[in-house]
């Protein structure tokens, strides 16, 4: 993992055994994990470590912009290591997460909404719902005999 590695070397620090564990699970996971299920599944891989270093490992890893936080209103903070520029869909129901690509253009225009003098540094977009009920929809059908 030489992007780990370069990352923490830029701040002075090096990579420990957990800090691989923790990136590795953040940076495979695609359904944006908590610290609490990065914790589960670092257990697994070892089985001595503690809620608290994966923390520190979390907020080393967000120090090195290794990852990033996901955060909705009255949710657990989650973290994803696709750092491309992208909107999440949470949905209400079932608590999962997803991303939404966002087009260039798109980013562009949202960005001209702030005055001038305004630098961004990252655009957080979420939105909020739940999926179409699947049964009702193909109830209302007219195909559907
Ligand atoms: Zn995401």
């Known amino acids: 993992m030489e992007s780990l590695n370069e990352a923490l070397n830029k ?5 420990t055994r957990q800090r691989e564990v923790v990136y590795s699970i953040v940076a495979e996971a695609k359904d944006h994990p908590t610290a609490d299920e ?5 257990r697994q891989l070892m089985p001595a470590i503690s809620l608290a270093t994966v923390y520190n490992c979390l907020e080393t890893l967000l120090e090195c912009s290794l990852v990033r ?6 949710e657990s903070t989650r973290y994803e290591a696709n750092l491309e520029p992208h909107a999440h869909f949470y949905n209400d129901e079932t608590g999962q997460v997803m991303d939404v690509h966002l087009p260039e253009n798109l980013l562009g225009q949202l960005k001209n909404l702030l005055p001038e003098s305004t630098f961004v540094a990252r655009v957080e977009l979420n939105f909020r719902g739940r999926l179409q009920d699947q049964s009702q929809s193909s109830a209302i059908n007219p195909n559907k005999t």
């Open 38 to 42: 990065i914790f589960v599944q670092s």
């Open 11 to 15: 701040l002075g620090l090096r990579s």
């Open 69 to 74: 936080q996901v955060n909705f209103e009255r």
